[in-house]
């Protein structure tokens, strides 16, 4: 696949290299198979730059692969909770071998599910604790999913960091919906936290408040696309398109502007996961 010229249109969004997605499945059938719109689209709405998270092996791979072929993506790699119980150690040879790209940035997703509860909860944990310990050996940050499971995460990951192997890297909570006290751990923790559609959902009046107090350089932008589409788009497929409802929903509750909470998430997400030039 030849690497795509893809600049961004001159004007405001290039002064600012555009609002940032943490968190797309880019890599997901549904969106592979028309990338080039989905791509299109985004810049047109001031999406800048994407990371595409793995959440099974061969999901890890292609984001790898498209993360090398257009600048404007970055990758992360790992299994999802869902797949927990399918993890040996054969998955973290490979795991280890593509976090060697320079188009990865972050080890992930992996977490806690356990709303679905797809995979034994034991081995969900095992997970989690050896992605932690795949992300600490190449000093690489962490993207964290959980459903259900706000106390064992914090848990867990508090458990980790206390350990003599404990490492430093950064920790992202993607698409956080906990309560203001699972905020104030996470953030004790030095984790950073995800604000995607489910901010637009009626029934996240908890979460609108959480997020209208938290501090401005610990929050992220997300779609996790082409999951939770947010209101008024929810029934179709999300795309990072779509981020600047979430940016405009984040700034009316934050009393910010739009422009201010893109620019601010996007300072974070280069800092937080370190993303350079490629
Ligand atoms: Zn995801």
Not at 82 to 102: K, M, Y
Not at 128 to 152: G, K, N
Not at 230 to 254: F, M, S, T, V, W
Request: charged share 25%; proline share 5%; hydrophobic share 40%.
């Amino acid at each position: 696949m030849p690497r795509e010229q893809s600049e961004p249109p001159t004007g405001e969004v290039s002064a600012q290299r555009g609002a940032i997605d943490t968190h797309t499945h880019l890599n997901h059938p549904r969106l592979v198979r028309r990338l080039a719109q989905v791509l299109a689209r985004a810049r047109l709405a001031g999406v800048g730059e994407m990371i595409v998270v793995g959440y099974d092996l061969p999901s890890s791979e292609l984001a790898v692969e498209l993360a090398e072929h257009h600048r404007e993506l970055w990758a992360a790699v790992g299994v999802h909770p869902h797949d927990a119980g399918g993890i040996d150690q054969d998955t973290f040879g490979r795991l280890r071998d593509l976090a060697r790209s320079e188009a990865v940035v972050a080890i992930g997703e992996t977490g806690f599910d356990f709303h679905r509860d797809l995979s034994p909860r034991e081995s969900q944990v095992a997970a989690v604790q050896s992605h932690l310990a795949l992300a600490w050996e190449l000093d690489l940050p962490v993207i964290l999913h959980c459903r259900a499971a706000q106390e064992t995460l914090l848990d867990i990951v508090s458990e980790c960091r206390g350990k003599p192997s404990g490492g430093t890297s950064k920790l992202v909570w993607h698409c956080f919906d906990g309560t203001g006290e699972h905020a104030a751990r996470a953030l004790d923790l030095g984790m950073a936290l995800g604000l995607g559609g489910m901010l637009t959902y009626e029934k996240s009046e908890g979460l609108r408040r959480v997020a209208a107090e938290l501090p401005a350089d610990r929050i992220l932008l997300e779609t996790d696309c082409p999951y939770l589409t947010p209101q008024p788009r929810r029934g179709r497929d999300n795309e990072p398109a779509n981020l600047a409802i979430i940016a405009e929903c984040a700034a009316r509750l934050r009393g910010e502007s739009k422009h201010q909470v893109e620019e601010n998430t996007s300072q974070n997400a280069r800092r937080i996961l370190r993303l350079g030039k490629k």
